[in-house]
């Protein structure tokens, strides 16, 4: 049944959602979903059996229940996320079945964990959600920030609206204004169905109070329909539910009324003091009923359209690619340029690092020592580019979060994440060249010092590449600083500069061309010794004859002028190949979180 309530997110007539769920089991394989040899034999875990029931617009519906009893697996199916284990049953919206794009642009799910930007402010936190959550209009960014200052008045955030968000660990906002703001970033687009995963956890009874008659408020007021998860409600918190759906085991035992909860409490030979809360003791009674306690409400069905099937429609996206890509870039640019240590580290460590170089090769013009500088450059520029490791684990969470609901699309985020960056690689390519090059006294014309400077960006921004790349598959930053240091290490191992191609095992030859070594190695090398005046310039004499030039040593070692730019085309592909790969993991992990 659709009812009209006015939408207050804009022009229009918001449509009011059921939810219905209709003998839901869900079985979570022996090791949670992990491989195991001892899951062969073991038996998988039921955490929900023949669970039934029915969230309404305008109500706020409670899943309580012990710990274990399955409240928020309940929650994350009625959400659509996917889940490790199989679920049985069904979920009808209004009667229908509903495609998953469509309920995401209709509904908000807010977990337990905050999944904010400590960095942007509270304000600006709400703004971004606004501009890729909620269409143009014909009103630039107009429609997006007067939401954004309506919900601010909604949530009780307009004090702290200037303030960063924190890590909550002591700076930032309090808690419970935190949860608050957890909330209004799924409120932006004014979602009809609003679900939340223990709004009140680790909230005081204030703070826990207050967000709850928020969420009164806007199932009343706005006729949403609210779901959400809470343990051990207190006295004020309970006369705001309208409707308790109680768990243990996996099993309702009770769907309807507290006042219905406590009539059957009664018949069932319980009598509920009068200092203690009814859903405590009905937790507690129901352990030694033995089921007894299990029972649907008896309300009055509401009328609903027969069962089919929602008309299938694509994901439609708030903003075209290219818009989203400059509010994502903005977004991130804003980031980095506020985490202070990580930007001022970077800056001050290449700095000193072309110095520090600078001083100890200064004026060495033997072979072997030039030809070490360049080596040490590249273990020096490959294995310090990490600082693209915590940033995208940080946010990875939240783009799963944010690509789910189809705020945007996820080569729109990894378009975004390379474009910002290569100005500030370039910077730290930069501050890396400008000393070096001079001090160490190499080929002493422009046209090699730009060539240099643009191999050295090229290969900070190709090592940038490479972290990204695995950052979207490692699951903590002890692996990924694991694994891509193992990887940088057997890179450098089959660069060519430790053992030559022709002495490489034949088995291991791929590792030769996979090395992100060899070609700016190779770069570097001929860019020395190549052009005009590098292929004359003597590198080994005897007595006043010289036996070894530019030319013949590039001949040896079978480099080529033409190289000079194959090499950067190989980087380049590189830069793309691992980007690429990102932007695959990250839409397979993306596409796995909701059905």
């Not at 944010?402 to 501050?431: K, Q």
Request: hydrophobic share 45%; charged share 20%.
């Amino acid at each position: 049944m659709e009812l009209p309530v006015k939408s207050p997110a804009g022009p229009g007539w918001q449509t009011r959602y059921r939810i219905e769920a209709k003998s839901l089991s869900y079985r979570l394989p022996a090791g949670g979903g992990k491989f195991s040899w001892s899951k062969i034999h073991a038996s998988s875990a039921s955490i929900l059996k023949d669970v039934s029931c029915d969230a309404r617009p305008g109500e706020v519906l409670a899943i309580v229940g012990p710990s274990g009893a399955g409240k928020t697996t309940l929650l994350s199916i009625l959400a659509g996320m996917n889940l490790p284990g199989k679920v049985a049953g069904e979920i009808q919206i209004n009667g229908c079945d509903m495609e998953a794009s469509i309920f995401q642009r209709v509904s908000g799910y807010v977990t337990q964990e905050d999944a904010l930007f400590p960095l942007l402010t509270v304000e600006e936190s709400l703004l971004y959600s606004a501009r890729l959550r909620l269409h143009r209009r014909g009103g630039g960014g107009g429609a997006a920030a007067a939401r954004v200052q309506e919900l601010l008045r909604e949530l009780g955030l307009e004090g702290v609206a200037k303030s960063t968000v924190g890590s909550g660990g002591g700076r930032g906002i309090s808690g419970g204004e935190r949860r608050r703001l957890s909330i209004g970033v799924d409120l932006v687009h004014d979602p009809a169905i609003l679900l939340l995963d223990e709004p009140t956890s680790g909230l005081d009874s204030a703070a826990a109070l207050q967000i709850m008659s928020l969420l009164k408020f806007m199932a009343k007021a706005q006729g949403k329909t609210v779901v959400l998860t809470i343990h051990q409600p207190g006295f004020r918190i309970l006369e705001l539910f309208d409707r308790v759906l109680l768990l243990a085991e996996g099993t309702v035992r009770h769907h309807g009324s507290l006042s219905l909860l406590e009539k059957r409490l009664e018949e069932a030979g319980h009598r509920v003091p009068h200092h203690v809360n009814v859903l405590e003791y009905a937790m507690d009674a129901m352990t030694s009923s033995n089921g007894e306690m299990m029972a649907q409400s008896n309300s009055e069905e509401t009328p609903h359209r027969p069962g089919g099937k929602e008309e299938h429609r694509a994901v439609i996206y708030a903003n075209s690619p290219p818009e989203e890509v400059l509010i994502l870039g903005e977004r991130f640019f804003k980031n980095i340029l506020r985490t202070n240590q990580l930007f001022a580290a970077k800056i001050i460590q290449s700095l000193v690092a072309g110095v520090g170089l600078g001083t100890i090769f200064m004026n060495v013009k033997d072979l072997q020592s030039r030809v070490g500088f360049f080596a040490f450059t590249l273990t020096f520029l490959l294995s310090s580019t990490t600082e693209a490791l915590p940033v995208f684990l940080r946010e990875r969470r939240i783009l799963m979060r944010e690509t789910s609901s189809g705020a945007y699309r996820v080569s729109s985020y990894v378009l975004a994440n390379a474009l910002v960056f290569l100005p500030f690689l370039l910077a730290v390519a930069l501050l890396f060249v400008v000393p070096v090059y001079w001090m160490v006294g190499l080929r002493r014309e422009i046209d090699g010092f730009l060539y240099f400077s643009l191999v050295v960006w090229m290969v900070v921004a190709m090592a940038n590449s490479f972290v990204t790349c695995f950052s979207a598959l490692v699951p903590s930053f002890i692996m990924g600083n694991s694994l891509i240091s193992g990887l940088i290490g057997s890179f450098f191992l089959f660069s060519g500069y430790f053992i030559s191609k022709d002495s490489i095992p034949k088995y291991w030859i791929f590792m030769h061309y996979l090395s992100l070594f060899k070609y700016p190695f190779e770069a570097f090398m001929i860019n020395e010794y190549g052009g005009g005046t590098g292929r004359k310039a003597c590198l080994q004499r005897q007595g006043e004859i010289c036996v070894l030039d530019g030319e013949m040593f590039l001949r040896q070692q079978g480099f080529y002028d033409h190289q000079r730019w194959t090499s950067l085309g190989v980087i380049l592909g590189f830069i793309f190949l691992y980007r690429l790969l990102c932007l695959v993991i990250l839409c397979f992990r993306c596409g796995k979180v909701r059905r």
